[in-house]
């Protein structure tokens, strides 16, 4: 398979991962949350203070007193607004104790004639109940799903370099390990394609920023990767195929290896 081909493979689930498409959303969050949250902003937008109120904890309801206005200015004014999931996500923590709860993060849009508002919460199930312990609403400007999207225009230097430094280090991996596997001058051949998979040292950029992070303790997988925090930023991620490296100069001149796999 030519390199490109093997490239656009190991790509696509992160092109996939950034279309945030509807069947992926319900698959990440539960339909006992997506109610809960979409019953408390209809409470919101029918100004009912009280039955919002009981979905919060009671050490949190103090805090309505001053927010639930600003948050209902915050609501498209005009017509039957839509309301859209456009984020999820979920959280388990057990503890030694024994205790255990589930926090669920959802984010949705709400969309009307005149104006868009993102309504981003937080919601705990501990044992039978499930409160919402974080509630946050803001007006946008454009739809949800283009908040620090992924564009090329975005990229500064910085960015860019990470970027190539990532597609290098995964094309060098992909390489090591066909030459591993095919080339037989390699003893203990899983061994060596373990360690082509290891990318030592970690560059991190934030896409549309101009700074770049080295962690050198750090170890990453096929010396690339892109990760996103809910709507935030992109995180372009690179390391060093030092082993893959190794793996393509090793026995370049050198006839084919006795005793291998």
């Keep these: 398979m030519p390199i490109r081909r093997c490239l656009i493979v190991l790509l696509l689930p992160l092109l996939l991962a950034g279309c945030g498409s509807a069947w992926w ?39 309505l007193a001053t927010r639930f206005t600003p ?4 609501l498209p004014g005009a017509g039957t607004p839509e309301i859209k999931l456009v984020d999820a996500g ?28 993102l309504a981003q919460m937080t919601i705990r199930r501990q044992g039978k109940a499930a409160l919402i312990t974080g509630f946050a609403l803001r007006r946008i400007d454009r739809p949800a799903t283009e908040i620090n999207a992924f564009r090329p225009a975005d990229g500064s230097t910085a960015n860019y370099s990470v970027l190539a430094l990532a597609i290098a280090g995964l094309a060098t991996t992909v390489l090591a390990i066909r030459r591993v596997w095919t080339s037989g001058r390699f003893a203990r051949r899983w061994l060596w394609i373990a360690g082509c998979l290891v990318g030592l040292g970690r560059f991190t950029t934030v896409w549309g920023t101009r700074q770049i992070v080295f962690l ?31 793996a393509l100069l090793r026995h370049r001149s050198r006839p084919k290896a006795e005793g291998s796999d």
Aim: aromatic share 6%; glycine share 10%; no cysteine.
């Design 216 to 246: 050198p303790l750090n170890i990453t997988l096929f010396s690339s990767g892109a990760a996103r925090a809910g709507l935030g930023p992109w995180t372009i991620i690179a390391g060093l195929p030092v082993i893959a490296i190794w």
């Design 25 to 63: 959303l319900d698959r990440v969050s539960q339909p006992e949350d997506r109610a809960i949250g979409r019953a408390a902003i209809a409470d919101l937008i029918a100004g009912n203070r009280v039955a919002f109120a009981a979905r919060l904890p009671a050490q949190v309801r103090p805090q």
């Design 90 to 117: 979920w959280t388990s923590v057990s503890t030694i104790g024994g205790g255990s709860y589930r926090d669920s993060r959802l984010a949705f849009e709400i969309a009307g004639s005149d104006a868009r508002a």
């Design 71 to 74: 948050m209902r200015r915050a």
